[in-house]
Every structure is written in structure tokens, then in C-alpha cells.
């Protein structure tokens, strides 16, 4: 059995330290090697848009560009469907790789086995 991540981000720069906190625990966790699913929900979904990582901003935290660019090379970024629809934001709205998809989607990765769920 193979441990993965689920890592779900309910917020945005609305909570920036809680924001960091999930996107350094997913990047830091893809350079370990451990598989990462990365769900940008509520406010977090605008980060999936080009640039809008780049324009978030934290004092002593890694650029949020460069987190979200480490998950996207070594593992996936899925915005919430609704949150998207809320947002108006359509797959080609998004950066390379990173996809929409549902709550359906969302059980399915955090009940496989050795999944484990966390939730910022």
C-alpha cells in the first residue's frame, strides 16, 4: 500500500497564512515523492487562474507560484467544480494541468486506500 495526500484548501488570500500552510505541505510532500492531489476550493480556486498565484503574498513563506508550479509538475491540481461555476471559470481558464472536477471525484481520492485527507 502506497500513502497518498489529498490535500483540500478552502482558502485564499481571505487566509493567507492558512492558504501557504496547504500549498507548502503539498509541494513539500511531492519532493518527498509522496503522490499529491491538490483541491482548490472557495476562494483557493483562483489560484488555478494564470497569475493569480503570483500576485499572492506572504512574509516568510515560499512564493505561492513557485508551490503551486511543484504540485502541477509532480502532481495534481483539481478545482471544485462548483466553486469554478460560482467563479465563472471554465478548464481553459485555468493554468496547464490543472483540471475541475466534482465532489464525486473528491471521495473517490480520499477513500483509496492509503489515502490521507487534509483539509486547510
Not at 471559470?89 to 490543472?98: C, F, K, M, Q, S
Amino acid at each position: 500500500m502506497s500513502a497518498s495526500l489529498v490535500i483540500k484548501v478552502t482558502a485564499g488570500a481571505d487566509d493567507p497564512e492558512r492558504c501557504n500552510q496547504a500549498f507548502t505541505v503539498a509541494a513539500t510532500a511531492v519532493a518527498s515523492g509522496v503522490p499529491v492531489s491538490l483541491w482548490l476550493t472557495g476562494e483557493a480556486a483562483w489560484f488555478a487562474v494564470p497569475g493569480r498565484a503570483e500576485e499572492f503574498s506572504l512574509p516568510h513563506a515560499a512564493p505561492l507560484a513557485d508551490l503551486l508550479a511543484a504540485v502541477l509538475a509532480a502532481g495534481t491540481v483539481t478545482v471544485c467544480t462548483q466553486c469554478a461555476a460560482r467563479r465563472d471559470l471554465t478548464e481553459a481558464d485555468l493554468v496547464e494541468g490543472a483540471r475541475i472536477a466534482g465532489a464525486a471525484a473528491f471521495v473517490e481520492e480520499v477513500v483509496a486506500e492509503g489515502a490521507k485527507p487534509l483539509v486547510y
